[in-house]
């Protein structure tokens, strides 16, 4: 019987089918591609080890197939999209949108039931197209509809690719430990001037994370409600600075999925909800163009040069610099990392869970309409503080009378 606790690092990150990792991850809806980018074109897609194929077919129907034809191999990437599938480009097998052959034109016999090209169930929410590449693709688990992908607003979805630095050249764990870790917020980032008041819980879908900050007068306390909702999106709200108390109103609302390509690469997928349409809807865009105008000294032989100060360089050139897949046996982590450590543990109950024959924490029995994660940013008396955070009250206080 796999235990969690006797599960090897190795077990953990790895993602190809067939291993423990991999089992777990496949548990999951993941998002695979931006639903614009599904056009009249078929779209390669790499995730989890899989290189796919995704396109949306004459009648308009999404597919996802193996990208390697079962003829000869030759990518369905080139493929030519029909009323009910796509006709690879090399000899024209013609596959069906759950990958049954419906034509062979070399072969006398036009059909055949033996062979079957792989395929995924795929579904279309928020503005992303999601994928589930697990065992029980007749009936998969429901797509959960996180309240980022349902709710009102102005919803802009984007993908972390090689120029925005959102894209990670290493082990996906390394990114979703990031998005969780709290106190890099104030050293790497300066989000917080200093080391935030944290709390992590276990809850239903995953890390719930609670920050706590002096309020606008002296009697209050603001409350800062985050989630790493497992496996790996971190859903926050874009909160102004407490510096900055005019726009305390304007909460935008996001979600990131950090998408397993392979074992060494990962990616961002992101989902913001503006409650009116933002100016400029460029977020990566606004910090490439900060790095362009960095000079580099021409002595600085680091791998990204002057990183401070443009957030997601920040990010990558921290994680990317663990190694691919960093060696968590020489870690020495601490109080500091305790959201991390929870995280850690979640993920290896679940995929112990899934060893074991169960579904783990975060898959759905039954459709939901809505999944309300309770993220934001609240404001409260401190003597009506809610009793999850009224431990932390107290280091709050010691941390507003150092500062005098
Ligand atoms: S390789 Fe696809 S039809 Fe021959
Ligand atoms: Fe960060």
Known sequence: MVKASELSWDDVVRV?????GGNYLRCFWW???????????PVPVKVLGEELVLFR???GHLALLGAHCSHRRASLEYGRIEEQGIRCAYHGWYYDRQGRILDRPAEPIKTAPGIRQNWYPVRELGGFVFAHMGPDKESPPPLPRYDVLVQDGYRVAERGDAESGKAYKCNWLQGVENTTDTTHLAYLHGIFESCPIFKAVEGEFGVKIY?????????TVRVRKRCTVLPTINRKSREPRAKNPDRLRAQVQQAIWIVPIDDTRCEEMRLTVYSEPPKDKRYHGIYQDRAR???RKPYDRRLFGDITGIVPLEDKAMVESQGEI???TLEHPGYGDRAILL???MIRDGIADVAQGRKPKGVLQEELPMIDLDIGFEEFEIDKAPEVI???LPELEAQVAKAG
């Open 16 to 20: 190809g089918p067939g291993t423990l």
């Open 31 to 41: 998002p695979v591609a931006l639903s614009e980018e599904v056009r009249d074109v």
């Open 57 to 59: 077919d004459l009648s």
């Open 211 to 219: 920050i706590l900050e002096h309020g606008s007068n002296p009697n």
């Open 293 to 295: 105008q960095t000079e």
């Open 326 to 328: 960093v060696d968590r």
């Open 343 to 345: 995280l850690r543990k």
């Open 390 to 392: 009224r431990d932390l």
